[in-house]
């Protein structure tokens, strides 16, 4: 069965660094999610991509969020500048037609730590 | 704006005794609710939602719009069931997840 691939599994940066997290979504899926989750509280909605634009975000993705599909099969979100903040685990997720009740089927994440 | 509660953070039963996982939300619209689990190093996954009005692994799930609740029922607990289980809420003018946060529940032998 298909699933979605997140890289690195873990990742250790400084604050201020750039990050870049990938995501492999399943391959006929339209809709593109990043949720993240800090550690002792609830996952969080980031961001939803179709047809290479952002289609909705939350008010935690600021100026230093970005999202990118750089070619046919990634999905990145790119952090220019890290704060102790950021540390958290990042999951990936996508869903086929980007419906409200369909299913998002989500990657592994990747926990990312900022010191 | 949309919010999902699990009052229970922690729910531990024993083998064979019913269970039940509670969720309430608050939304001005018609939500879509979802039940999503993460069993021990896996990643997270559907467990079933409220329009398809199934059961899987012997979980069920009623909406009552009345009491705003989506309550996670199981007759009777199996040790396998131990795991984290998140309620969810799309909203019908879009697809983002808004999460609870959380019970964990261990079913003991």
């Known amino acids: 069965e298909p699933e979605v691939t997140q890289t690195p599994s873990h990742q250790v940066t400084q604050m201020g660094q750039e990050v870049i997290l990938r995501c492999v979504p399943i391959?006929?899926?339209?809709?593109f999610y990043w949720y993240r989750q800090i550690l002792g509280q609830k996952v969080e909605f980031l961001v939803s991509?179709?047809?290479?634009?952002?289609?909705?975000k939350s008010e935690i993705f600021d100026d230093q969020f970005s999202v990118e599909r750089p070619d046919g099969s990634n999905f990145t979100l790119k952090i220019r500048s890290t704060k102790l903040e950021d540390s958290a685990m990042y999951f990936c997720?996508?869903?086929?037609?980007?419906?409200?009740?369909?299913?998002?089927?989500f990657g592994p994440g990747t926990r990312l730590l900022v010191l | 704006a949309q919010r999902v509660t699990q009052p229970e953070k922690l729910l531990s039963v024993f083998k064979g005794a019913p269970v039940e996982l509670k969720c309430n939300y608050s939304?001005?619209?018609?939500?879509?609710l979802f039940w999503y689990v993460q069993y021990s190093r896996q990643r997270l996954q559907l467990l079933l939602r409220?329009?398809s009005r199934e059961s899987i692994k012997g979980f069920t799930a009623d909406l009552n719009k009345g009491e705003t609740s989506f309550h996670l029922k199981k007759p009777f607990a199996q040790e396998e069931d131990s795991a984290m289980y998140y309620c969810a809420l799309s909203h019908s003018s879009g697809s983002r997840l808004t999460f609870g946060e959380g019970t964990q529940l261990t079913v003991n032998p």
């Open positions: 409220h329009i």
């Open positions: 997720a996508s869903s086929e037609w980007g419906w409200s009740q369909e299913t998002q089927y």
């Open positions: 991509f179709y047809n290479n634009e952002i289609s909705e």
């Open positions: 939304y001005s619209g018609s939500p879509e």
């Open positions: 391959s006929n899926h339209l809709y």
